[in-house]
């Protein structure tokens, strides 16, 4: 399997359950990261990893919570979440340190409703 | 605060016609201007523009960077019913791990 990964595709949950998001990258990248896509708002940048560590946290609420394992598995932990929080989630990964490419390579998403 | 506008917010179009989509930038540490295609998840890459006035084409897609200006737009022309989608615009920035800036996005439909 190639490119990025993203599960589940689809994913209904009530305000206290925990789930969890995945993602898995096959290029070889040392970057992964966590997005959020609202309807008529811009992504907004959630979790960077760079070399697995986080580098960027964006005032995201505690009840997302990532985990980055390895560099090609990237999680994102939910608990008691709210319903303005249903939006699709985008996972990308890049190279850092490439100096010709600035982009990522997005996985497919997982839309998310919270009831 | 970093922030990229793209607009229009929407457009319809027919089939044939030629398109042209804008963006602009405020930021600070620019390193390129990205786009992408969006049609349903996914956003795929089409193109990545750090010098001004250098066009870079693909088929039908083209598109140019004018740093002066600060700005960028794309060009569609003979525009097709599989053109429509939401088209991102976003800037790379010269940080330590490459931080993308987003605008809201163009959404087309290109109809029969």
């Known amino acids: 399997e190639t490119g990025v990964t993203q599960t589940p595709r689809h994913l209904v949950m009530g305000m206290t359950n925990k789930k969890s998001l995945k993602c898995e990258q096959h290029?070889?990248?040392?970057?992964m990261y966590w997005y959020k896509q609202s309807a008529k708002k811009p992504l907004e940048l959630m979790f960077v990893?760079?070399?697995?560590?986080?580098?960027e946290n964006n005032s995201v609420p505690s009840r997302f919570s990532p985990e980055c394992p390895n560099s090609s598995h990237l999680f994102l932990h939910l608990h008691t979440l709210q319903p303005e929080d249903s939006a699709l989630y985008l996972c990308?990964?890049?190279?850092?340190?490439?100096?010709?490419?600035?982009?990522?390579?997005f996985g497919s998403g997982t839309r998310l409703t919270v009831v | 605060e970093d922030k990229v506008v793209q607009s229009p917010l929407s457009l319809v179009v027919h089939e044939g016609d030629t398109v042209t989509l804008n963006c602009s930038y405020e930021?600070?540490?620019?390193?390129?201007l990205l786009w992408y295609k969006q049609e349903k998840k996914a956003p795929t890459f089409l193109f990545m523009l750090?010098?001004?006035?250098i066009e870079k084409k693909s088929g039908r897609l083209s598109s140019i960077l004018d740093k002066k200006e600060l700005s960028s737009i794309l060009n569609i022309t003979a525009t097709q019913t599989g053109d429509s989608a939401i088209y991102l615009c976003?800037?790379?920035?010269?940080?330590?791990?490459?931080?993308?800036?987003f605008g809201t996005g163009t959404r087309l439909l290109v109809s029969p």
């Open positions: 976003a800037v790379a920035m010269n940080t330590g791990f490459q931080k993308l800036v």
């Open positions: 930021v600070t540490n620019f390193r390129s």
């Open positions: 990893y760079s070399l697995e560590e986080r580098v």
């Open positions: 290029l070889g990248h040392n970057a």
């Open positions: 990308a990964s890049s190279q850092v340190g490439q100096t010709s490419y600035g982009g990522y390579t």
């Open positions: 750090t010098s001004s006035g």
